[in-house]
């Protein structure tokens, strides 16, 4: 066994394709039980976390020599998922778009919600969007904890905040002037209470309003 670092935009799903594991063979291990119990969301990871790579157990398969044998192996997917709204607020719905991500291209059309819902390769790390004559460029896999971090979530709530249309900057600091306004507005939207700050119920409501 051997323990892998997490790095910035990694998750469980590339850690697991990049050792050439199942998600859940990892995560279930023994020497991962403090993480999974950290992490409620083990696709949701913050560098620095520490994530045990248990030892390989080799298949042995018999077949015939002088002949040409194939082996196949299938990549796994992870759904993204975005909502798209107009300027006022509603959803962009039974719009056409097309989807591109780590060399595969599909093509679809928004649901009733707004909603773009397609799978990708886990190891796509970037993805374009097109859609009524627009090119959004989207990052995938780049979500920080709201919790049980160093910086105390406030990447994780600037990212989200991001996401759902508040303007954040690039400050992680929490203490910010551009932070503390977009939680506020946030809170406000949500008829939380107004405070600036990132309490247990505006984390909750982030996660919530995010979907992850």
């Given amino acids: 066994m051997h323990t892998h670092l997490v790095q910035q935009g990694e998750s469980l799903a590339t850690i697991a394709d990049r050792y050439a594991f199942d998600r859940a063979t990892i995560l279930d291990h023994p020497d991962n039980a403090e993480l999974k119990k950290k992490r409620a969301d083990p696709n949701v990871l913050f560098p620095g976390d520490k994530v045990v790579i248990p030892d390989r157990e080799l298949k042995r398969v018999e ?5 040409r044998h194939s082996f196949k192996v299938r990549l796994r997917k992870l759904e993204l998922r975005v909502v798209l709204l107009d300027a006022m607020g509603d959803p962009i719905a039974g719009e056409a778009y097309v989807l591109e991500a780590a060399g595969e291209r599909v093509e679809g059309t928004t649901t009733g919600k707004g909603e773009v819902k ?13 859609i009524q004559g627009r090119t959004l460029l989207l990052a995938c896999s780049c979500i920080d904890p709201l919790t049980d971090t ?19 900057g690039e400050t992680s600091d929490l203490a910010h002037g551009s932070l503390r306004t977009a939680l506020a507005l946030f809170q406000h939207d949500t008829k939380l209470e107004v405070t600036g700050r ?7 409501k982030l996660a919530e309003a995010h979907g992850s």
């Fill in 63 to 67: 077949v015939p020599t002088g002949k």
């Fill in 118 to 130: 397609e799978l990708v390769k886990s190891d796509a790390r970037e993805a374009t969007l097109t």
């Fill in 150 to 168: 160093p910086d105390e979530g406030a990447s994780g709530a600037r990212e989200r905040l991001r996401n759902l249309g508040y303007a954040v």
């Fill in 198 to 204: 990132l309490d247990d119920a505006t984390r909750s």
